[in-house]
Nanobody, 120 residues
């Protein structure tokens, strides 16, 4: 099993910044990708940003140019730097990790979620 611990959420004014962190621990073998999703009230969970093992990244159109995802492989930690925050960025943000085990089984793990609230 892999455990994910998120931190960094909170309340910020529009135009402000926050940095989310997600540290993975436990039975880590080979992490294929680490990413961030978010879910606003009454909405479906959506991809915000993802970084794969080779370092390639992908972002939702709504956050391009404002959010940056990065990863510290030595710490098995993924970060999401969020700048120029808008009220519509308000949501619970979830960390996701996809890894392949030594038995070549691919598993997906989710963090507990961290609330981000942007006031206008």
């Amino acid at each position: 099993q892999v455990q994910l611990v998120e931190s960094g959420g909170g309340l910020v004014q529009a135009g402000g910044s926050l940095r989310l962190s997600c540290a993975a621990s436990g039975s880590i073998f080979r992490i294929n990708a680490m990413g961030w999703y978010r879910q606003a009230p009454g909405e479906q969970r959506e991809l915000v940003a993802i970084i794969i093992s080779g370092g390639s990244t992908n972002y939702a159109d709504s956050v391009k140019g404002r959010f940056t995802i990065s990863r510290d492989n030595a710490k098995n930690t993924v970060y999401l730097q969020m700048n120029s925050l808008k009220p519509e960025d308000t949501a619970v943000y979830y960390c996701q990790v996809i890894q392949t085990t030594s038995s070549r089984v691919t598993n997906t793990y989710w963090g507990q979620g961290t609330q981000v609230t942007v006031s206008s």
